[in-house]
């Protein structure tokens, strides 16, 4: 194949561009939903969001965790052919690998997928939700459905551009 019988170069779309807004770095204020009906765990963390061509972005989280250094990343693109948002999460704390899939209606993206939960030493449903406030602040939160159905809060994280 030459280059010039090679298909066309795929383009970023108006989402990629939605995910080029991300890339900087942010400060997290993070609430830790660890038992129903008690108080949150607070902590403040930093997260960098570099591009990986037009198409991506990947993350690292960096915080503490009852004490112990807590680091996450996370890659999220959008595919145009399945016309959805899709992000991978792994973390130091979980042997456990996130795949989330989902939409954006308005100033909110969506996205659900299954994962292991230490909670239930089991494969729970998760939903996430991403609502941004303006392009320097969001807040992003996270839920699972326990195996009797009852969705929990498991995270709210409101992130401020550093």
């Given at each position: 194949m030459t280059e010039q019988s090679a298909p066309p170069m795929p383009q970023p779309t108006a989402e990629h561009k939605q995910l080029a807004e991300h890339v900087g770095t942010w400060k997290v204020h993070c609430k830790f939903y660890m038992e129903?009906?008690?108080p949150p765990m607070e902590t403040e963390?930093?997260?960098i969001v570099e591009p990986v061509g037009p198409f991506w972005t990947v993350s690292r989280f960096e915080?503490?965790?009852?004490?112990?250094p807590f680091v996450g990343r996370a890659t999220v693109g959008y595919e145009p052919h399945a016309k959805r948002w899709v992000?991978?999460?792994v973390d130091s704390m979980s042997p456990a690998l996130f795949l989330l899939a989902g939409s954006l209606k308005g100033d909110t993206l969506t996205m659900t997928g299954e994962a292991w939960s230490c909670m239930t030493n089991s494969v729970l449903k998760h939903r996430t939700t991403e609502k941004r406030i303006s392009k320097d602040e969001f807040l992003f939160e996270m839920f699972c459905t326990m195996p009797d159905g009852t969705e929990l809060k498991m995270m709210t994280n409101h992130y401020k551009r550093a």
């Open positions: 129903p009906g008690q963390a930093k997260e915080s503490s965790m009852m004490g112990a992000s991978t999460w």
